[in-house]
Protein backbone atom coordinates (compact mmCIF):
# COMPACT_ATOMS: atom_id res chain seq x y z
CA UNK A 1 0.00 0.00 0.00
CA UNK A 2 2.44 2.13 0.80
CA UNK A 3 4.88 1.57 -2.37
CA UNK A 4 1.39 2.99 -4.44
CA UNK A 5 1.36 5.58 -2.62
CA UNK A 6 5.21 6.49 -3.46
CA UNK A 7 4.87 5.48 -7.07
CA UNK A 8 1.86 7.85 -6.98
CA UNK A 9 3.92 11.05 -5.56
CA UNK A 10 6.93 10.02 -8.00
CA UNK A 11 4.69 10.70 -10.60
CA UNK A 12 5.02 14.79 -12.11
CA UNK A 13 1.45 15.11 -13.46
CA UNK A 14 0.49 13.76 -9.51
CA UNK A 15 1.87 16.42 -7.95
CA UNK A 16 0.79 18.59 -10.43
CA UNK A 17 -2.88 17.98 -9.85
CA UNK A 18 -2.20 17.99 -6.37
CA UNK A 19 -0.76 21.57 -6.70
CA UNK A 20 -3.17 22.35 -9.51
CA UNK A 21 -6.32 21.51 -6.33
CA UNK A 22 -4.79 23.84 -4.27
CA UNK A 23 -4.30 26.55 -6.47
CA UNK A 24 -8.29 26.06 -7.62
CA UNK A 25 -9.05 26.38 -4.19
CA UNK A 26 -7.36 29.75 -4.11
CA UNK A 27 -9.13 30.45 -7.49
CA UNK A 28 -12.28 30.08 -6.28
CA UNK A 29 -12.27 31.50 -2.75
CA UNK A 30 -9.76 34.39 -2.35
CA UNK A 31 -8.95 35.19 -6.01
CA UNK A 32 -12.57 35.42 -6.73
CA UNK A 33 -13.32 37.79 -4.35
CA UNK A 34 -10.30 39.88 -4.84
CA UNK A 35 -11.37 41.77 -8.20
CA UNK A 36 -8.48 45.15 -8.58
CA UNK A 37 -10.18 47.34 -11.16
CA UNK A 38 -13.37 44.77 -11.33
CA UNK A 39 -11.38 41.99 -12.76
CA UNK A 40 -11.50 38.46 -11.22
CA UNK A 41 -7.64 37.45 -10.98
CA UNK A 42 -6.81 34.03 -12.95
CA UNK A 43 -3.75 32.14 -10.60
CA UNK A 44 -5.02 29.09 -12.78
CA UNK A 45 -3.78 30.40 -15.74
CA UNK A 46 -0.36 31.88 -14.69
CA UNK A 47 0.12 28.00 -13.06
CA UNK A 48 -0.86 26.60 -16.82
CA UNK A 49 2.23 29.40 -18.30
CA UNK A 50 4.71 28.62 -15.27
CA UNK A 51 4.62 24.88 -16.15
CA UNK A 52 5.64 25.94 -19.42
CA UNK A 53 8.32 28.24 -18.51
CA UNK A 54 9.63 25.60 -15.88
CA UNK A 55 9.69 22.46 -18.28
CA UNK A 56 9.42 23.15 -22.02
CA UNK A 57 6.32 23.61 -24.60
CA UNK A 58 5.51 19.84 -24.84
CA UNK A 59 5.52 18.87 -20.57
CA UNK A 60 4.40 22.94 -20.77
CA UNK A 61 1.11 21.87 -23.48
CA UNK A 62 0.39 18.69 -21.24
CA UNK A 63 -0.05 20.06 -17.73
CA UNK A 64 -1.56 23.26 -18.96
CA UNK A 65 -4.38 20.77 -20.40
CA UNK A 66 -4.44 19.15 -16.79
CA UNK A 67 -4.79 22.58 -15.39
CA UNK A 68 -7.35 23.69 -17.56
CA UNK A 69 -9.62 20.57 -17.06
CA UNK A 70 -9.19 21.01 -13.00
CA UNK A 71 -11.10 24.80 -14.08
CA UNK A 72 -13.52 23.09 -15.92
CA UNK A 73 -14.70 21.11 -13.72
CA UNK A 74 -16.11 23.98 -11.40
CA UNK A 75 -17.42 26.20 -14.31
CA UNK A 76 -19.70 26.56 -16.11
CA UNK A 77 -17.89 26.72 -19.31
CA UNK A 78 -18.39 23.85 -21.66
CA UNK A 79 -15.39 21.03 -20.78
CA UNK A 80 -12.56 20.97 -22.02
CA UNK A 81 -12.63 24.89 -23.00
CA UNK A 82 -10.22 26.08 -20.87
CA UNK A 83 -8.30 23.15 -21.17
CA UNK A 84 -7.52 23.93 -24.81
CA UNK A 85 -6.71 27.39 -23.69
CA UNK A 86 -4.51 26.42 -20.95
CA UNK A 87 -2.95 23.91 -23.02
CA UNK A 88 -1.93 26.49 -25.74
CA UNK A 89 -1.31 28.90 -23.01
CA UNK A 90 1.48 26.08 -21.78
CA UNK A 91 2.78 25.30 -24.67
CA UNK A 92 3.38 29.12 -26.09
CA UNK A 93 4.72 29.80 -22.46
CA UNK A 94 7.27 26.82 -23.27
CA UNK A 95 8.19 28.04 -26.97
CA UNK A 96 8.62 31.46 -25.71
CA UNK A 97 11.25 30.39 -22.68
CA UNK A 98 13.44 28.34 -25.35
CA UNK A 99 13.40 31.58 -27.72
CA UNK A 100 15.53 33.54 -24.60
CA UNK A 101 19.60 32.50 -25.00
CA UNK A 102 19.88 32.97 -21.13
CA UNK A 103 16.72 33.42 -19.48
CA UNK A 104 16.53 35.54 -16.51
CA UNK A 105 14.33 36.24 -13.35
CA UNK A 106 12.72 38.91 -15.23
CA UNK A 107 12.57 37.22 -18.66
CA UNK A 108 10.55 34.40 -16.78
CA UNK A 109 8.77 37.21 -15.50
CA UNK A 110 7.94 38.88 -18.88
CA UNK A 111 6.89 36.00 -20.63
CA UNK A 112 4.20 34.70 -17.79
CA UNK A 113 2.90 37.91 -17.98
CA UNK A 114 2.11 37.52 -21.71
CA UNK A 115 1.43 34.00 -22.03
CA UNK A 116 -1.44 35.23 -19.25
CA UNK A 117 -2.32 37.83 -21.16
CA UNK A 118 -2.82 35.83 -24.52
CA UNK A 119 -4.74 33.02 -21.90
CA UNK A 120 -7.22 35.62 -20.99
CA UNK A 121 -7.77 37.15 -24.53
CA UNK A 122 -8.12 33.31 -26.18
CA UNK A 123 -10.89 32.49 -23.64
CA UNK A 124 -13.43 34.94 -24.92
CA UNK A 125 -12.72 33.92 -28.21
CA UNK A 126 -12.76 30.04 -27.66
CA UNK A 127 -15.92 30.99 -25.39
CA UNK A 128 -17.67 32.73 -28.55
CA UNK A 129 -16.68 30.01 -30.84
CA UNK A 130 -18.44 27.44 -28.50
CA UNK A 131 -21.78 29.83 -28.65
CA UNK A 132 -21.36 32.01 -26.07
CA UNK A 133 -22.66 35.33 -26.91
CA UNK A 134 -21.69 39.14 -25.69
CA UNK A 135 -18.50 38.02 -23.72
CA UNK A 136 -15.99 39.05 -26.33
CA UNK A 137 -15.63 43.40 -26.60
CA UNK A 138 -12.82 45.94 -25.69
CA UNK A 139 -12.90 44.48 -22.05
CA UNK A 140 -11.27 41.63 -22.71
CA UNK A 141 -8.09 44.20 -23.30
CA UNK A 142 -8.46 45.76 -20.38
CA UNK A 143 -9.29 42.18 -18.42
CA UNK A 144 -5.64 41.08 -20.22
CA UNK A 145 -3.93 43.66 -19.22
CA UNK A 146 -4.65 43.24 -15.40
CA UNK A 147 -4.58 39.58 -15.18
CA UNK A 148 -1.18 39.96 -17.07
CA UNK A 149 0.45 42.33 -14.66
CA UNK A 150 -0.64 40.68 -11.70
CA UNK A 151 0.21 37.54 -13.03
CA UNK A 152 4.28 38.53 -13.45
CA UNK A 153 4.59 39.41 -9.75
CA UNK A 154 3.58 35.97 -8.88
CA UNK A 155 5.18 34.27 -11.72
CA UNK A 156 8.64 33.66 -11.14
CA UNK A 157 7.32 31.77 -7.70
CA UNK A 158 4.61 29.95 -9.36
CA UNK A 159 7.60 28.49 -12.20
CA UNK A 160 10.15 27.65 -9.28
CA UNK A 161 6.82 25.61 -7.44
CA UNK A 162 5.93 24.42 -11.45
CA UNK A 163 9.40 23.05 -12.05
CA UNK A 164 9.52 21.20 -8.54
CA UNK A 165 5.99 19.64 -9.65
CA UNK A 166 7.41 18.85 -12.38
CA UNK A 167 10.81 17.00 -11.72
CA UNK A 168 11.38 13.53 -13.57
CA UNK A 169 11.92 11.59 -10.66
CA UNK A 170 15.42 9.81 -10.54
CA UNK A 171 15.79 6.24 -11.69
CA UNK A 172 17.39 4.25 -9.05
CA UNK A 173 19.16 1.37 -10.78
Not at 18 to 30: D, E, K, N, Y
Not at 34 to 55: D, E, K, N, Y
Not at 145 to 171: D, K, Q, Y
Request: net charge positive; hydrophobic share 60%.
Amino acid sequence: MIERVLLLAENRYARLILIGLMVLSLQTTVFNDMRPFGVCLQVMVLLAASAGLARGSDVGAIAGFIIGLLYDLVLTTPMGLCAAVFAIVGYLAGVGQSLVYEPTWWTRMLLGSIASAIGMILLPIVSTVTGATGILNARVLFVALIVGLFNAVLSVPAERLCRWALTEPAVVR
